[in-house]
């Protein structure tokens, strides 16, 4: 279906320019971008699905010298420049590294018709980017940015890479129209390919998409989306950079996808990411059950990640390997709270462990201190 990609454009027939001058691209059937107004949801989805203000602002005033990020998808460039833009504003003396992935680069003359819609903010960084298609080039540096396109199918040009992000824009069409751009091969790479604490940000809130990023090792969490579109999708490297989980490559099945968001949702209750916990809790196939109990419990947020999960449908009642209750485990660790929250929930007082002991009697063990908490 699709022409051989190049540096040159494939020629009429292959993009259209809509009458309200909204490019789409035919062959895939999908447009560049949203109707109404593209760039205030560029930047919503975008630049405050990566969290850019908040980090570029926080990055001005550290002494890193430079913030990656890396696009699936660069088309016009509009994302490019919203992002250039931005850290030109706020990091001036720090460099942008932007490595913009492209299989079906625009003619100059496309990239002209497009960029007149542009806004007045981003003219330089239009005027930079068909300078830089006039001379056949493939890097750009304008300001602060720097620019490095890579042409060539995402599959091809992604394992050549070495340059770790810090964050991604995800904008290679539709899944449904385009699930080249979204498959656990592009994901493995994208994680190879991730700074610590990277994240990537999306249109799509689609549920393969959540799982291909969830087995790549990145939490996602849904975010309304832009005027009527209902969300977004943000998602966060919760591994370190390199450790993928063993599900990410392709052909992964079900029960190593429910194993890995299980290993993701373990571990965030145990570090006590509650915002964390609370994200994965919301995908498909995520299971409360009583162990989790025991593990926030010894966790360092261990009130909030308990009313989170009674909230979500953990037994109140549930017991551990060795027959204790989720009650008694608050008593022996000292935590009235959790107590109060386990009986508010419908924990049964006088629900005794595995040797008959029962919440009062562990309260005066405690109380005794015949018992270490
Ligand atoms: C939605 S458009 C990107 C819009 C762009 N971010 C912008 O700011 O204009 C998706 C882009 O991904 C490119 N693309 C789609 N599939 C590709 C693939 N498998 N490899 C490389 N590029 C691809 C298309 O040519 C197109 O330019």
Not at 4 to 13: A, C, L, N, W
Not at 66 to 79: K, P
Request: hydrophobic share 40%; with cysteine.
């Amino acid at each position: 279906m699709s022409p051989t990609p190049g540096r040159t454009s494939d020629g009429p027939g292959r993009r259209s320019f809509g009458a309200d001058g909204s490019l789409r691209d035919d062959l895939f059937g999908d447009a560049f971008a949203s109707s109404g107004d593209a760039f205030a949801e560029s930047r919503l989805v975008f630049l405050e699905g990566n969290r850019l203000p908040e980090r570029f602002r926080g990055l001005a005033e550290s002494g890193v010298p430079s913030f990656s990020a890396a696009e699936i998808g660069f088309g016009t460039g509009a994302n490019f420049a919203l992002c250039a833009e931005l850290f030109f504003r706020l990091c001036p003396d720090r460099t942008l590294e932007y490595e913009g992935l492209e299989g079906y680069p625009l003619s100059p003359a496309e990239l002209r018709a497009a960029h007149a819609r542009w806004p007045g903010e981003l003219k330089p960084w239009a005027e930079a980017l068909q300078k830089t298609w006039d001379e056949g080039k493939d890097e750009l540096a304008f300001r602060n940015a720097r620019l490095h396109l890579r042409f060539g199918l995402f599959a091809d040009v992604l394992p050549t890479l070495e340059r770790k992000a810090d964050a991604w824009i995800l904008d290679g069409f539709a899944p449904s129209k385009n699930p080249d751009a979204w498959s656990d091969a592009l994901f493995a790479q994208i994680a190879r390919l991730s700074a610590p604490g990277a994240t990537a940000a999306t249109f799509t809130v689609a549920g393969d998409v959540r799982r291909r990023l969830l087995r790549a090792g990145f939490d996602v969490e849904k975010r309304p989306g832009f005027g009527r579109k209902r969300s977004r999708l943000e998602a966060r490297l919760a591994r370190p950079a390199g450790e993928v989980a063993p599900g990410a490559v392709p052909g992964t099945s079900a029960g190593e996808c429910k194993k890995a968001l299980r290993h993701a949702l373990e571990q965030a209750v145990r570090s006590g990411d509650e915002s964390r916990a609370r994200s994965l809790l919301g995908e498909a196939g995520a299971k409360p059950d009583g162990g989790l109990l025991f593990l926030a419990l010894r966790s360092p947020a261990p009130v909030g990640l308990l009313s989170l999960l009674l909230a979500r449908g953990c037994p109140p009642d549930a017991r551990n390997a060795k027959g204790s209750t989720a009650l008694i485990e608050a008593i022996r660790a000292g935590l009235p709270e959790a107590e109060e929250l386990l009986l508010a929930n419908g924990a049964d007082p006088g629900l005794p462990d595995g040797r008959g002991r029962t919440p009062e009697t562990w309260r005066a063990l405690v109380r005794n201190g015949t018992r270490k908490r």
